[in-house]
């Protein structure tokens, strides 16, 4: 996949409306008593459709937004959207994954891992607060939520970001099944 | 080829992790007023007019979204609160029930202390039961003759003379209202001393008469009738003098030329009495000079 700078100009412009979206509108939006973070969507969808080394940029970047815009401990968020975004890109080079469900099963584990890993960072570093039943039934939440949110958007990040993509996935296989079998990495 | 784009992967990989390890170490090891503080300050006034319009503009989705998770949320809350107005309405009706004892209680040593009957031994019971008739003529207590009542004692309570003790047994004990058609005392207004004789006014439950009162005898609207206590030596009274009976509700012609008949209310709420306190020490001898009304 060519990184080319309006490839770069999407995601930076991807990030910073998620963010603005995300801080203004859909955290205060509950469900269940836990608030709704996509985040950890958009950088596991961006990982998932544009590779490990995009992915994991634009995680870093996300999360650098998301602290410095939050007011929160600056790095903290963005060491784990590498990592999500980095994990999501890596299954992608390795599997190829073309189910329909994929983004869904992304979006679980990427938000298990945004939420988890954010709280495990947090008392690392030194925030006192109790370990308690509540932390827990709100990561699940937010992984419910969140899993159910995955597909419309993966749909909505793979239509701003389409022109630089190479296939997608389902494509590519049906094109190989009609046509006699094309390298899913040819046109990449 | 592979090789140098797995060691490029693992590169950017490697290097975006100890850069935000290197800005989380930065960040905790500065000051307030460090340069990673001061680029979030710098971000929050730059960002916060986009994300005030942004919130206004963003307002109908978050309604959207809130409606359903509210929803949702509503009926849960709604379950708590319906339990926690349980807990409350009974904590209400609990609370509700101390303080009419505690009312009915505080009446009783008023009287007490106002009618100087502590030193009649007083003892406190609580009503078990009450005639369910229209006159509520009698009514049973909690202390019989283990407690000292006897027979014939004045009863007190709810402010003031509520009957007689009737019968007795051992752990209770019957008391007859002054309501009851076969009650009376000698009484006396308490400002100009007017003597008379309390007794019921049949078939009107709650009003009393003060009879044999002269026509000459100057009794107003509103004056409070009190026990008499002992007025002959030859007919001891068991009440003592100065318990409250109640308040002059009119004066109206006697039956004969030289009489009138004084209505009274009575002091005490006959038909919602929790506590009385029986004079289990009462003294029929001259108790007419001890009277401190």
């Given at each position: 996949m060519t990184i080319t700078p309006a490839l770069i100009g999407r995601l930076v412009a991807l990030g910073a409306i998620g963010v603005i979206f995300q801080t203004a509108a859909i955290s205060q939006v509950t469900i269940f008593g836990a608030p709704v973070d996509l985040f950890p969507l958009v950088v596991g969808a961006v990982g998932l459709l544009s590779g490990s080394i995009i992915g994991a940029c634009f995680g870093f970047g996300a999360g650098l937004f998301v602290d410095v815009a939050m007011l929160q401990a600056v790095g903290v968020t963005s060491l784990i959207y590498v990592l999500v975004g980095y994990g999501a890109g890596r299954l992608r080079e390795l599997r190829d994954p073309a189910h329909g469900l994929t983004p869904m099963a992304v979006g679980a584990v990427a938000t298990l891992v945004a939420t988890a890993g954010f709280a495990i960072l947090t008392f690392m570093i030194g925030v006192d607060a109790p370990v308690s039943l509540l932390l827990v039934r709100q990561i699940l939440v937010t992984v419910v939520v969140n899993t159910l949110l995955a597909v419309p958007v993966y749909a909505a990040v793979r239509r701003i970001l389409s022109p630089f993509l190479p296939d997608d996935p389902r494509r590519r296989r049906r094109r190989a099944y009609t046509t006699g079998g094309l390298s899913p990495l040819s046109r990449s | 080829m592979y090789d140098r784009t797995v060691r490029r992967r693992r590169a950017v990989l490697l290097g975006l992790v100890a850069l935000s390890l290197i800005l989380l170490t930065a960040y905790f090891g500065e000051s307030a007023g460090g340069g990673l503080h001061s680029v979030q300050r710098g971000a929050l006034s730059v960002l916060a007019p986009v994300q005030e319009g942004a919130n206004r503009a963003l307002k109908p989705v978050r309604d959207l979204f809130g409606w359903a998770g509210d929803t949702v949320d509503a009926k849960q809350e709604r379950d708590d609160l319906v339990k926690r107005n349980r807990a409350l309405e009974a904590l209400v009706n609990s609370q509700q029930v101390e303080l009419s004892q505690y009312d009915q209680i505080k009446k009783i040593v008023d009287v007490n202390a106002q009618a100087n009957l502590d030193r009649f031994a007083p003892v406190t019971a609580r009503v078990?039961?009450?005639?369910?008739?229209?006159?509520?003529s009698e009514i049973k207590i909690d202390k019989g003759s283990s407690a000292g009542v006897a027979l014939g004692q004045p009863v007190t309570g709810g402010g003031g003379l509520v009957g007689r003790v009737s019968r007795v047994a051992g752990n209770a004990a019957a008391v007859t209202l002054i309501t009851d058609e076969e009650f009376a005392v000698a009484a006396r207004t308490l400002k100009t001393k007017v003597p008379g004789t309390i007794r019921p006014e049949v078939g009107a439950p709650g009003d009393l008469i003060l009879d044999f009162v002269s026509q000459r005898s100057d009794v107003d609207r509103g004056e409070r009738i009190v026990t008499a206590g002992t007025t002959s030596p030859r007919l001891p009274s068991l009440f003592p003098p100065g318990i409250p009976i109640g308040k002059v509700r009119r004066v109206e012609d006697g039956a004969g030329d030289l009489d009138r008949e004084v209505h009274v209310r009575p002091a005490a709420d006959m038909s919602n009495l929790q506590f009385v306190a029986v004079l289990t020490e009462t003294q029929t001898g001259d108790l007419t000079a001890a009277a401190t009304p």
């Open positions: - | 078990i039961s009450q005639t369910p008739s229209l006159f509520y």
